[in-house]
């Protein structure tokens, strides 16, 4: 067992977040239980203080500084949930924060990180480039750094969420858990592990932004060359060291998910459960749905966020809905004629697609003088649908180019 957290630091920091903290419960999601062939349960830490479970561990560092570090104030790096998180529970305990996020950091983040009352400053591309500047404003101003995940009271107060599930959920055989830099997947590993060993705790990350398995293999913290996914709030490129021991220890194996399998499980997560998740928050559920028979049940599954952005979250609604043959688009090479649009709209509307969007190329050197590419969106009933819509109308003559 790691020497840098224990149980009874998990446990110590429940009791600190007994008022603060909200008492989530435990959401049966029949339809990943039809996947799994058994129970699982939705842990809703998107629906904590803040939108994350972030502020659990904010909130266990922050109070246990001495009067002197809290009157100089906390300094924090984010790409959004700790940066509320930490805003919120220095608000709540009265200490001054500033919060480092990256430029392309979602706008509602960091104008609800400034509504709990942190000063926020924008640099950088990436979260690691944050925590470098927040450190360095540390060592100017003397301010007492919040990391994300790399602290030991951090790691216990993330913990909290572990010991919760084995009280709600005895039963449990495997939890599953999104993954960044580790402070959660730690945390809950350790808590779980020291009271129930015989559980199995699977961590989850974005493939695109997946520090552990190389790390994991090279026995040490491993930085990413680069990160490219829209989980923003799991985009770590590097495994912080307390984490890391812990991980390596406690959990039993890390899995990674594609964009397309992080997209479509935000897509049934609202659309199933009617929980709106962001897509780090969503990872574990992706991980569960690519391969389900791997997980043994009874599951707990944590959806740890649900900051989105909405425009963001209208592109993951859009491609989920593609991925789920749900929307199709269709390029189709026709005569430029009086009344062929007409024609064409009514015999897609004679299938029941709803025609959602339309664009005209004229212009393309490959058509005729007299011809047009009419470019359809097409909102149908799932593949089947897209199939059937397809095959009606190459039926009827049209040159058809769908582009799923």
Request: with cysteine; proline share 5%; glycine share 10%.
């Amino acid at each position: 067992m790691s020497n840098a957290v224990t149980l009874a630091d998990i446990e110590a920091a429940a009791k600190r977040l007994a008022d603060v903290a909200k008492d989530l419960p435990l959401v049966t999601a029949r339809w990943l239980e039809e996947a799994v062939g058994g129970e699982v349960r939705l842990v809703t830490e998107n629906l904590q203080r803040a939108g994350s479970f972030k502020i659990r561990g904010a909130y266990n560092r922050i109070a246990q500084l001495s009067d002197e570090e809290k009157a100089l104030g906390v300094v924090a790096a984010s790409a959004g949930n700790h940066a509320q998180g930490v805003a919120l529970a220095a608000q709540r305990l009265g200490v001054r924060a500033t919060v480092f996020m990256p430029e392309a950091a979602s706008i509602p983040k960091v104008t609800a990180t400034r509504g709990y009352g942190a000063e926020v400053v924008l640099t950088g591309t990436t979260v690691d480039e944050a925590i470098e500047a927040a450190l360095a404003f540390a060592d100017e101003t003397g301010a007492i750094v919040i990391h994300p995940f790399d602290n030991e009271d951090v790691v216990a107060g993330q913990g909290t969420v572990g010991l919760e599930i084995l009280a709600k959920m005895p039963e449990v055989r495997t939890v599953v858990v999104c993954t960044g830099g580790g402070g959660l997947l730690a945390g809950v590993a350790l808590a779980v592990k020291s009271l129930r060993p015989d559980v199995r705790v699977v961590g989850v990350q974005a493939r695109e932004a997946a520090a552990y398995p190389e790390s994991l293999r090279a026995g040490r913290p491993t930085r990413l060359p680069s990160m490219a996914t829209m989980a923003d709030g799991i985009a770590v490129g590097m495994p912080g060291d307390i984490p890391f021991v812990i991980v390596e220890r406690h959990v039993d194996e890390i899995r990674t998910v594609t964009e397309d399998q992080l997209s479509s499980a935000v897509l049934r997560l609202l659309e199933r459960s009617k929980l709106l998740v962001e897509p780090a928050g969503a990872a574990a559920v992706a991980g569960l749905l690519a391969d389900p028979a791997a997980f043994e049940p009874p599951v707990a599954v944590i959806l740890s966020g649900g900051n989105v952005d909405p425009l963001v979250l209208l592109r993951i609604i859009r491609h989920g809905l593609v991925l789920a043959g749900r929307y199709l688009t269709i390029a189709i090479r026709m005569t430029d004629r009086p009344g062929s649009l007409a024609r064409l709209l009514q015999d897609i509307s004679a299938r029941q697609a709803n025609v959602v969007d339309i664009e005209h190329h004229r212009d393309d050197a490959g058509l005729g003088f007299d011809e047009v590419e009419i470019v359809v969106h097409v909102e149908t009933r799932g593949p089947d649908h897209c199939d059937a819509l397809l095959a009606h109308l190459r039926g009827l003559g049209y040159e058809v180019r769908p582009n799923r």
